[in-house]
Every structure is written in structure tokens, then in C-alpha cells.
């Protein structure tokens, strides 16, 4: 059960300048709704001050009580002030967020971002491009604010070789995720991938079903058992709940294949054992 600040229920309940504002100075847009959290936001903008500030957003209560605080928190300050602000001062205005929460202080800060290159005509492109040096500064994961070289640091220096390795050293992609693109850019570049072997290979399939698939699983009273593997094919069976689900092969596909696939190889292919 995630614990929320008093702060982040209030303006949840009561949220502070919601809706939009007719002919706004600039607008920003963060987020998807194919992902469950959409925000845009308007500003008024007179002699370099933001004089007002409203939003629109569809997510859940950590979303708008983001953006509900960054309103108060931008409306009367200068263009100065408010591009210093970022989502980790989102979320302590707030008195804190639950780590899986964080990304909703993100969206807050990259539609602000956003509006802001908008008013500028800055151009919005930030993906990492291979011709690109090393950047000390650039921000790649900004849940947890790790940068470009303390990833490749990682790889280079730590032998991070997988998403999840780069989790543990860094923080980076264990909040909303929008960053593992990146990361994984960075990890092909940087460490590229290694063939295991048999034994290696199984041994890290049976890891990730037992440490990610399970957990997630074991809270709808689920479970998942490694049957066996061939080349790139794993046969699992499913356990508890989860043997008798309607939505077992999307469950497979979406969940099991998908997670294998993120931490072992991308050519994994799961088969349900009954």
C-alpha cells in the first residue's frame, strides 16, 4: 500500500486551478492516454511573468495533485524562476511521492517544459542521437534525475549489461519508464550483448520468473513454474489463480514474454504448459 503525504490528498480532493484558459500565451502536453496519464497545461504569460495557470489532466490522484501544486507553484513567478523548477521540486512541494508515483511529478514537469519551448519556438527533440558525445548534464531518466554519464558510467565501469542492472546501480527507468528506450540505446552502444550460455540462459530465465513474474503475479493469489526450455522457446506453467484466468495467454504474451524478453533476450518465445 503506497502511503501519500497529507499534502498530495488534499489537492487530489480539492484540486487548484483545474481547466483551461481561452486564447493562453502557451500550452504543454505530456503524457498519453494509451498509458493512462494525459496532462496539458495553459499559461498566461504578461512581461516575462506567468500571471495564471490551468490544467487538464486524466490519470490518477498522484497526476493531479502534480499538476494542481505546479500551478500554485508557477503563477507568479518569472520565466526564470519557473524554467529552474524541476519534478523532484514538484514532488517535495507535495511532502513526497511513492517511487511509482514519481513519474506523475515527471509529466507535470515535461508538459511546463514543454509549453515553455513552445513559447521560445525552442525545438523539443531530447532523444539520444548516436552521433552524440557523452553528456554530463543531459537528464535521461528524470524520475530519479540520473544523467547520460552516470548510465554509461554504469555500463562501462559497474558491467551493467541489462535494464535491470542499470535499475540497481542507478535508479534510472524504475519510475514511469519512458527512458528505457534510451537506456537501452545507451546499453547496445556501450555493453554490447553477450551470448550465455545454456545453463546461463536457463538460470536467468528461472531469475526474472521468480523475482518479477511471480511477485507480480503471487498478488492475485497466481504463481508461475519454469517446465523447460528449448533454444529460445520457454514452457511454463501457470499456477493458482492464474490457471484458471480467462486472460492466461494474454497474461503469457503481455506480462511473461514481455518482461523475458526486457531482461534475457527479445527473441524469447512462451508457451503455456497445462
Given amino acids: 500500500m503506497w502511503e501519500y503525504s497529507d499534502k498530495v490528498k488534499e489537492h487530489y480532493k480539492n484540486p487548484k ?38 490544467f487538464q489532466t486524466f490519470g490518477c490522484g498522484s497526476a493531479v495533485a502534480s499538476s494542481s501544486i505546479l500551478t500554485e507553484m508557477i503563477i507568479g513567478k518569472t520565466l526564470e524562476e519557473v524554467k529552474k523548477i524541476t519534478n523532484k521540486d514538484i514532488a517535495d512541494e507535495l511532502g513526497g511521492l511513492p517511487p511509482e508515483k514519481m513519474h506523475c511529478s515527471v509529466m507535470g514537469h515535461e508538459a511546463l517544459e514543454d509549453a515553455l519551448k513552445g513559447y521560445f519556438g525552442e525545438n523539443k527533440t531530447q532523444e539520444v542521437k548516436s552521433e552524440e558525445k557523452i553528456d554530463s548534464k543531459k537528464v535521461i531518466c528524470n524520475c530519479f534525475s540520473v544523467t547520460e554519464k552516470e548510465i554509461v558510467e554504469a555500463i562501462k565501469e559497474k558491467n551493467a549489461k541489462t535494464l535491470e542492472d542499470i535499475r540497481e546501480l542507478t535508479y534510472a527507468g524504475g519510475g514511469c519508464g519512458r527512458c528505457r528506450e534510451n537506456i537501452k540505446f545507451l546499453l547496445d552502444k556501450y555493453a554490447p550483448a553477450q551470448e550465455l550460455s545454456p545453463v546461463q540462459f536457463v538460470l536467468k530465465v528461472n531469475k526474472v520468473l521468480e523475482t518479477n513474474v511471480a511477485h507480480e503475479l ?48 527479445k527473441d524469447i518465445t512462451v508457451f503455456e504448459v497445462k
Fill in 218 to 265: 503471487g498478488k492475485d493469489s497466481g504463481g508461475i513454474e519454469l517446465v523447460d526450455v528449448k533454444g529460445k522457446d520457454v514452457f511454463v506453467k501457470l499456477t493458482g489463480t492464474c490457471s484458471s484466468c480467462k486472460n492466461a495467454t494474454m497474461t503469457l504474451k503481455n506480462f511473461v514474454e514481455a518482461q523475458l524478453k526486457e531482461h534475457v533476450d
Fill in 17 to 54: 486551478n483545474v481547466g483551461s484558459i481561452e486564447n493562453a500565451d502557451a500550452i504543454g502536453e505530456a503524457g498519453a492516454l494509451s498509458c493512462g496519464d494525459k496532462l496539458k497545461i495553459y499559461l498566461k504569460i504578461d512581461n516575462g511573468i506567468i500571471t495564471d495557470a490551468k
